[in-house]
């Protein structure tokens, strides 16, 4: 991919011992593997004269046991957003002092970003860093066009025998397979009603699904041993990516009107030694070029409108194009998103026994 080449000024040295006083000052991260750009960091480190180290993670509930445990302290990390939730209601999180971030405009971000987190109350604690949606990605080889129009049509009943002799994968994961249950029936993502539980887990046993995974689902996509399988849109971009640099994308994405929406934060555990430089670097990633260049590194849907117009703008963009049509749906006002709650631990149990369950058949 393009690297546009940023040309940033440095901070006298003088406002360099002020945000640290040597290199030996090091900012702790955890953070999702490849989810941050190795030359921003690099940037960041000879703007503030210290080191970045970061700690990589594959789930929110890792996440949540590193900040937990006694270990690292870290200063920033990258949750999702029902982890948020329950990071800042065990008073794990500190608040985010937004007059501490020069770049921070609460009009800079997607309407859709800023009600969803004003809705699950945890605005205060962290600044959106990218965001996406479930969906269904499906080979565009081994499906006839009229397969690959019934899943447009029925949405997430692709999951469950929409399309005929389509070998189906289902995401491991007790939340998600449950929701897109649960969404296909026209429930909220967070019920905790008995009866409709009950009749997602119905459906659910209802089909024969030819292999549950996670990050396994997307590669089986690509080689032909699924036709449909439900993904996270970041496993899509991951694929999508990869394919792009060799001209061979022989897969697509759809995502359903009604769906998840996540949104990944930056927030600052309780834990940082050095929250004003947490503050720093947050404020730093929030400068439009360089969340530019992160974006373009990582690869998902930028949070900031500005960013994502030159990203339409620019056609040396132009591999982007998927994330552009995706990025429209997800700000389009008839995309019904919904964020996951933190869960009890007793309904969080319910979940994993209607997917242990479906395993057992």
């Known amino acids: 991919m393009k690297k546009i080449l940023l040309g940033l000024v440095l901070i006298a040295f003088c406002i360099s011992l002020s945000s640290c006083s040597s290199k030996d000052e090091k900012l702790y991260l955890l953070n999702w593997g490849e989810y941050l750009s190795d030359e921003v960091v690099t940037k960041f ?21 590193k900040i937990g445990a006694a270990g690292t302290a870290y200063d920033i990390a990258f949750p999702s957003d029902y982890m948020i939730d329950r990071l ?8 985010v002092d937004f007059t501490k971030l020069t770049n921070y405009e609460e009009e800079a971000f997607f309407e ?12 205060d604690y962290g600044v959106p860093y990218f965001f996406g949606s479930l969906g269904i990605m499906y080979n565009t080889e081994t499906l006839t066009e009229e397969q690959i129009m019934t899943i447009k049509e029925s949405g997430w009943g692709a999951i469950f025998g929409a399309v005929e002799n389509a070998k189906i994968g289902l995401y491991d994961s007790a939340r998600d397979a449950v929701s897109v249950a649960l969404m296909h029936l026209g429930y909220d993502v967070n019920t905790t009603d008995a009866i409709e539980l009950e009749q997602a887990k119905d459906i659910l046993n209802s089909i024969n699904y030819h ?17 449909i399988a439900l993904v996270y849109s970041g496993d899509y971009f991951d694929k999508y990516y990869e394919a792009y640099e ?13 769906n998840n929406l996540w949104i990944d934060e930056m927030v600052i555990p309780t834990t940082s ?4 430089l947490a503050h720093q670097f947050i404020d ?7 969340y530019l260049e992160n974006a373009e590194s990582v690869g998902y849907a930028p949070v900031l409108k500005n960013v994502y117009q030159t990203m339409k703008d620019d056609p040396d963009y132009d591999y982007i194009t998927s994330i552009n049509s995706f990025v429209d749906q997800l700000i389009d006002p008839n995309f019904h998103g919904q964020i996951y709650k933190n869960l009890t631990a007793e309904h969080y149990q319910r979940l994993e026994d209607i997917l242990n369950e479906i395993k057992s058949k």
């Open 112 to 123: 859709v970003i800023d009600e969803s987190l004003e809705a699950a109350a945890i605005k």
């Open 246 to 258: 060799t001209d061979t994308i022989n897969f697509d994405f759809y995502s359903p009107e009604t």
């Open 45 to 65: 480190e000879e703007q503030y004269d210290c080191e970045v180290v970061v700690d990589p993670v594959d789930s929110n509930e890792a996440m949540y046991t």
């Open 211 to 227: 292999k549950l995974g996670t990050d396994s689902l997307k590669a089986d996509i690509v080689k032909g041993e699924l036709d």
């Open 273 to 276: 030694k050095n929250v004003d």
């Open 284 to 290: 730093f990633i929030l400068t439009e070029e360089i």
């Open 88 to 95: 800042a209601s065990e008073g794990m999180l500190n608040k």
